[in-house]
């Protein structure tokens, strides 16, 4: 421990010249530069810049601290890839003081990636698990309005953001009306005041879509949009939501989540407003087309007007036309109620033929004329039949004769009975008994005197 006291040596210290700012940071570089000409340092990148001028500026984090970063053009050139916010580096270089600012700062000299950090980590972790769960797939994103009623923007009233929103929309459409939601958008408590403007908005049911985001910034700056108590609340809320995050290589949860990922505050603004001036100038297109249709419509009307005029005649023609007509009239009138009484009586003449035709003593001898040929048709018919039936009599005649005993009997034989039985076997017989004999002609009663066997 070191004690001070007012010595002569210090009296003259303190009438000695004092230094500039200027000669207290330059004594101040030259010191570190001395003393940490060659460390190397691992650590999480965080806010990357590349300006046009090639050089990079960072810094680097651990769970305590960080460091201001610069590497400049000459060295990231020869680099085989480009650092990502979140990736822990390993990096070689000297430890220096920016004089400008007075900021103490790393010079790098070389860098390897030594893996992803915590941050980052935890950022892919929370993305897979939403991943998974379907919140960020396309068919549960709703479409955003076309004309916007109503815009909400939850952000910090404070912040570059609003400021951009509000720019943009009074350039592109200022008469949109706009609504702040106030919400932190940086450290511990800005989560839980996110999820409050998001429910407050749900319940005030003015808005018809909005915008959550805030200006760019490190990882852990943006790290409230990378909250799944966040991202839930943006995935359960029924209005339309625009996520406008940091600056376009910036990505968040909430731009995976969101209905829309606009690259930064102001695109979000661009995307809901329309373009005023295009609007006015298809106004303009719809006003010239208008007076164009109005007046083709008066030209045709006046032409139509005209040929009106045109077809106006003087009364007296108009009459006289008239009694024309009337005269063509008359002369079509007579003309048709001769021809109609020319019909007429052929009608008549027709009716009076038809009328003698159908008469009683006509249909009478219509009558006897059809009884009379249905009468000799039927002799006729009769007489057919008759002959017919008369062959075919002779023809069964024929047939039956041919079986018939007595045609047997009219060549010879005979049949020979006994007690109305015919005897077809000698042994029927016994000598004594009458028999009765048939033949073609007559019939003879015999008694048997003598019984032979067939032998």
Known sequence: MHHYTDT????????????????????????????????????????????????????????????????????NQALKFVPTEGMLLMVRGRVSLYEGRGDYQLIVEHMDNAGTGDLQKAFEVLKAKLATEGLFDMTRKQPLPTHPKHIGVITSPTGAAIRDILTVLKRRFPAIPVTIIPSSVQGEQAKHELVSALKLAERSNRFD????????????????????????????????????????????IADFVADYRAATPSAAAEILSPDRQAILNQLHLFSRKLTTLTRHKLQLSQKELDNLKKRLRHPGERLRDSSQRLDDLEIRLKQAITL??????????????????????RKLELFKNKNEHIRQKLIHLMLNNMEKRQLKLEKASGELNAVSPLATLSRGYSITKS?????????????????????????????????????
């Not at 790290?223 to 029924?238: D, H, K, T």
């Not at 003449?349 to 035709?357: E, F, G, I, P």
Request: hydrophobic share 35%.
């Open 419 to 455: 007690h109305n039985a015919i005897i077809r076997d000698s042994q029927q017989l016994k000598e004594g008994d009458l028999i009765s004999t048939r033949f073609h002609r007559g019939e003879a009663i015999c008694k048997v005197e003598e019984l032979k066997s067939e032998s």
């Open 209 to 252: 879509v909005l915008i959550i985001g805030r200006g760019g910034g490190s990882l852990e700056d943006l790290w409230p949009f990378n909250e799944e108590l966040v991202a839930r609340a943006i995935a359960n809320c029924p209005i339309p939501i625009v996520s406008a995050v940091g600056h376009e290589i910036d990505f968040t």
């Open 8 to 75: 002569p040596a210090h009296n003259v210290e303190a009438s000695a010249k004092a230094l500039s700012v200027t000669e207290l940071n330059g004594k101040a570089r030259r010191l570190l530069e001395m003393n940490f000409n060659n460390v190397r340092v691992e650590g999480e990148i965080s806010g990357l810049a590349r300006p046009s001028s090639g050089h990079w500026y960072f810094t680097l984090k651990d769970k305590q601290s960080q460091i201001r970063c610069a590497m400049f053009r000459n060295r």
């Open 340 to 361: 109609s009484l020319a019909r007429a009586q052929s009608n008549l003449d027709r009716t009076k033929d038809r009328a003698h035709q159908q008469g009683p003593q």
